[in-house]
């Protein structure tokens, strides 16, 4: 089945930095790539995803990019803001008869003032 | 507004003491999911739904029983809950499989 491994666990910036967390899966018949972003005491809530027949996708200060031949994605944040403080996960497709997602482990983001 | 909801949001319990946790989804969607959240290892499934009357096991169902007599409703039963399901568990719902999953706010389950 398909796997899904989620780095850095942890990661702490400071406001206005970047940060990029990367996620690498196992199928290659994977084709599309959700991100979640948790915040304390909700659920998960897409921020953005990615099909596999593109390569990378931008919604103002996020972006995903994919590369099917590494089979890696990443999420990148530009000028953090404290309040993209929370907990991400990715996620890639799995097809067993019908398409599941299979999640990361999370990264815990700190966007420190 | 489109929403999942849970309820309870916080249960304490004791373990062999039955108990149900319900979804609900104002959307019409026809594909419905439980997952268990636990410090390590990220999401993992329980059960599914891809529409009424079909359910299917996840990759942890052990332990855990599911329904859906409506479109809009899924419940998560633990007939006889132990200590290893304290967890924080999240009700999804897309329009299919393929399609935007969109979560409820949690359940934080505590069997003591």
């Known amino acids: 089945g398909e796997n899904v491994e989620q780095h850095p666990s942890t990661l702490s910036v400071q406001e206005g930095d970047s940060a990029v967390i990367k996620c690498t899966y196992s199928?290659?018949?994977?084709?599309?790539f959700p991100w979640y972003k948790q915040e304390l005491g909700k659920g998960p809530q897409l921020i953005i995803d990615i099909r596999s027949n593109v390569g990378e996708k931008k919604d103002q200060r996020i972006a995903v990019t994919l590369n099917k031949t590494a089979k890696h994605f990443s999420l990148h944040i530009t000028e953090t803001q404290p309040e993209d403080s929370a907990v991400y996960f990715c996620a890639a497709s799995w097809r067993t008869g019908f398409q599941k997602l299979v999640f990361g482990t999370g990264t815990r983001l700190l966007v420190s003032p | 507004e489109a929403q999942v909801t849970q309820n309870p949001r916080y249960l304490i319990t004791v373990t062999g003491k039955k108990l149900t946790v319900t979804c609900s989804q104002n959307m019409n969607h026809e594909y419905m999911s439980w997952y268990r959240q636990d410090p390590g290892l990220g999401l993992r499934q329980i059960y599914y739904?891809?529409?009424?009357?079909?359910?299917d096991k996840g990759d942890v169902p052990e332990g855990y029983k599911v329904s859906r007599k409506e479109k809009r409703n899924f419940p998560l039963i633990l007939e006889s809950p132990s200590p290893n399901q304290t967890s924080l568990y999240f009700c999804?719902?897309?329009?299919?499989?393929?399609?935007?999953?969109?979560f409820g706010p949690g359940t934080r389950l505590l069997v003591l």
């Open positions: 999804a719902s897309s329009r299919t499989s393929e399609e935007t999953q969109y």
């Open positions: 199928d290659s018949a994977s084709n599309y």
């Open positions: 739904s891809m529409n009424v009357e079909v359910t």
